[in-house]
């Protein structure tokens, strides 16, 4: 029994094209309903399919305060680029 809830239910039907969208983009065959012939490979590449083209760059952004001139901060971005 999945714990998963779509928050808007209404859109459960653009839910289930994206799904299906991302598995032909890493070449899994879906079909309608239950697809417990999957195996975990292929089910985790249609879920790390939707999260890449959901969230395609992770940032994070703190200050690091500059130890060498007192009260000064540097700002500092780092970037994880899905998928590397």
Known sequence: MS???IVVPEKKDAM???KMEAASEVG?????GYN???TSKQA???GGQMVNLMMPE???KFQRI???AYGHCTHIT???VAGL
């Open 78 to 80: 780092l970037s994880m």
């Open 44 to 46: 985790g590449s249609v």
């Open 16 to 18: 289930n094209k994206f």
């Open 36 to 38: 417990g012939d999957l």
């Open 3 to 5: 714990k998963n809830k």
């Open 58 to 60: 992770q940032q994070w």
């Open 66 to 68: 500059n130890r060498n």
């Open 28 to 32: 899994v065959n879906l079909k309608e």
